[in-house]
């Protein structure tokens, strides 16, 4: 699951962005209301946290625009305006939940786990699927050929970004970016020790391997390449030369 955190205190921000990468959530980050907006409606995310005291233009603006143009995106205030004409002001706005500063971390992954619940009711599936493998983006469970795969969150992370840019060769370098927000040492063995984890999870006890290493550039996953079928076998070709009988004339030579 994507989200996107309209978020102007860096501090702020910073947390909830490394909370719910920790959690297994891909994050985006925007500190000003008009750059929320378009990244809100020009991206591709399953949910907005959104704050109400922004630089350029206020949460509320940014979703009156946001309903207009995208009416179906969850939207979640998190704000320090915490009082009842507030909050009814941002329900009635269309926002799916309020919950105001300060706040459990715990209590703000349960509600986002509720509001994508209710979204998941009237938008398209929230499950991925690659072959005999599933990922069920809501309920956080993962499962090939029914069995159930017992994945950390991590893993759970790695999984999704696989699933969701399948066929693609996603560099190492791009994986540490997007599943550890660090600066890719060359050095370290961190994605491949964690893709070596994930392959073993949802590989080593089926015939079709579906995660695969390209070597130089990175890795796959994929439906596996059907085998190419045998070349049929060359009949000799005197075979299908008819007999004739011989000529009476032949015969009497």
Do not use: H
């Amino acid at each position: 699951m994507k989200i996107l955190i309209v978020e102007d205190e860096v501090q702020s921000g910073e947390y909830l962005k490394q909370g719910l990468r920790e959690a297994g959530y891909y994050t985006e980050l925007m500190r000003d209301g008009i750059e929320g907006l378009i990244e809100a409606t020009e991206g591709d995310y399953d949910l907005v946290l959104l704050d109400v005291n922004l630089p350029g233009i206020d949460g509320w603006s940014v979703l009156r625009s946001l309903r207009r143009k995208k009416p179906r995106l969850p939207v979640l205030y998190l704000t320090a305006r915490d009082s009842i004409e507030d909050r009814v002001k941002g329900l009635e706005l269309g926002a799916d939940d309020y919950l105001a500063k300060p706040f459990s971390f715990s209590e703000l992954l349960a509600r986002i786990k509720t509001v994508l619940r209710r979204g998941a009711q009237s938008q398209e599936s929230t499950t991925l699927q690659v072959a005999d493998l599933q990922l069920d983006l809501v309920r956080r469970k993962a499962s090939r050929s029914g069995r159930l795969l017992d994945l950390t969150t991590k893993e759970f992370g790695l999984l999704e970004l696989f699933m969701r840019r399948r066929g693609e060769v996603l560099p190492r370098s791009l994986i540490a970016s997007l599943m550890w927000d660090i600066n890719f040492d060359c050095e370290s063995n961190v994605i491949v020790v964690a893709v070596g984890r994930l392959r073993s999870k949802i590989d080593d006890e089926f015939d079709a391997k579906l995660l695969r290493t390209v070597r130089g550039m990175g890795y796959v996953l994929d439906e596996p390449e059907p085998e190419p079928e045998p070349e049929p076998q060359r009949q000799n070709p005197l075979w299908d030369i008819e007999t004739f009988p011989q000529s009476e004339a032949t015969e009497n030579l």
